[in-house]
């Protein structure tokens, strides 16, 4: 048996951690470190999800959050960002991936095969998977005409502690997070080894996702749609019990793979209430408006959102769906001008979503119709998933489809401009006068 014991694991991009750890030496080894759910599959960034516009806070709740930070980033105000803890557990996941890798490369892996493909694919699907939610997080929107000399982030692929690594180019970033999810999906098996593990079908969802990010359209219907071909399902809500407090549970068949954000009290039953003219959008025979939402305990003027994924509030779920492959490939699809595997895409997802016999199939043959559609349909389906920062900084390079985000606190106003710096979150204060990394521009 081996572990972490009595980390204190200040990022190896801060500084060097505490770690105190059994080397592992054996496949049995490699599986403990990564069948570790909260070790590898909680803890990502929140920071976009803070700063963006699913949801507001009351004046009196935002004074109430303790975590400065988090109060700074609800208002988009530029100061250090003193609480490395997602940056730190994200990058603890990179160092526990790097740690069986290397570990795999000294092992025979014809020894057992089957096992040494399973945890190859796994340990390279954690790291692209930590690298993309970093990257998704701390990075402005990609631009290929640019992507080379923007900054992206610390390409760590080795488990050396003492190593310096330096910021890479937003272009070699998204390299990475590409060759490594290829990788994994070269070696996972169709059927996950566990709950927490990711498969086949988990790495190309996870590669459609990162070439939508990339506005690489025909690459990411090509991995969504091998994403569906391995796993098609999706829940249909109608068997879905709407007066539940928290009405889907964890693992449930839809999810590809697990995964959650950092826990925040902006996010919290109590504080978190939904954005109003996004609530606006659900008709009354959307099964989602029931299932997603509730009125507020702290305020019944409003609704909260309690559709997690994860069965909990306060820790967005941003694992992989079906449901978001779905509308990789109706946007994809809509966008590479074959509106019929877009019309046939929404309406598969959307059956699913509306009250029995009630939902009017979509049969647009205007593009540019069909493609705002799918885009409201993904703003409904996939709202406090991690995605709406990475969807915002891409849809915000298309004058169609900017969006100002606005705060109100106290009587004063604050916006967020399309295209903002600011869609590069700063990095940590330890990342910078301890790891030595160049901070993000203002």
Avoid at 264 to 289: I, M, V
Avoid at 373 to 398: A, C, T
């Amino acid at each position: 048996m081996i572990g972490f014991l009595g980390i204190s694991c200040k990022d190896y991009l801060d500084y060097k951690p505490n770690i105190k750890m059994a080397i592992p030496t054996t496949l049995e080894d490699a599986e403990l470190l990564l069948n570790n759910y909260s070790a590898m599959n909680t803890g990502y960034p929140n920071q976009g999800e803070i700063s963006s516009d699913d949801y507001f806070l009351s004046y009196d709740n935002w004074l109430a959050i303790s975590e400065i930070d988090h109060r700074n980033l609800y208002c988009w105000n530029e100061a250090p960002l003193t609480n490395a803890l997602s940056w730190q557990n994200t990058y603890k996941v990179v160092y526990i991936a790097n740690q069986v890798i290397e570990l795999l490369n000294k092992l025979d892996p014809t020894a057992n095969a089957a096992k040494w493909k399973q945890l190859n694919g796994a340990a390279h699907f954690f790291r692209a998977f930590a690298f993309q939610q970093l990257v998704a997080t701390y990075t402005v929107a990609f631009k290929r005409e640019s992507a080379s000399t923007e900054l992206g982030i610390p390409i760590r692929v080795t488990p050396n502690i003492d190593e310096s690594t330096p910021r890479s180019s937003l272009s070699a970033s998204y390299d990475q997070v590409i060759s490594d999810f290829r990788v994994s999906a070269n070696n996972l098996p169709n059927v996950a080894a566990g709950k927490s593990m990711p498969n086949k079908a988990a790495a190309y969802a996870a590669l459609a996702r990162v070439f939508l990010d990339m506005q690489e359209y025909v690459q990411a219907q090509k991995y969504a749609d091998s994403a569906l071909k391995e796993n098609d399902f999706l829940f249909d809500y109608n068997n879905i019990d709407s007066d539940s407090n928290l009405p889907f549970q964890r693992f449930g068949k839809e999810v590809l793979f697990p995964a959650t954000a950092s826990f925040s009290e902006a996010f919290g039953e109590y504080y978190c209430l939904t954005d109003t003219s996004l609530y606006a959008l659900y008709q009354q025979n959307d099964l989602r408006k029931a299932l997603f939402f509730k009125s507020s305990p702290s305020d019944p003027e409003y609704t909260v959102f309690k559709g997690s994924y994860d069965n909990s509030f306060g820790s967005p779920f941003v694992g992989l769906t079906t449901a978001e492959v779905y509308l990789i490939r109706a946007e994809c699809a809509a966008r590479n001008r074959q509106l019929d595997i877009a019309n046939t895409a929404i309406n598969t997802l959307l059956a699913k979503r509306w009250a029995k016999d009630t939902y009017t199939y979509i049969n647009e043959k205007n593009p540019d119709k069909l493609l705002a559609v799918i885009l409201q349909e993904r703003r409904k389906e996939l709202l406090f998933r991690g995605l709406r920062w990475p969807d915002l900084k891409r849809l915000n390079l298309d004058s169609k489809y900017q969006t100002t985000l606005t705060r109100r606190l106290n009587g004063i106003i604050y916006h967020l401009e399309p295209n903002s710096l600011s869609y590069g979150i700063l990095l940590p204060l330890s990342a910078i006068n301890v790891g030595g990394l160049i901070q993000n521009r203002r």
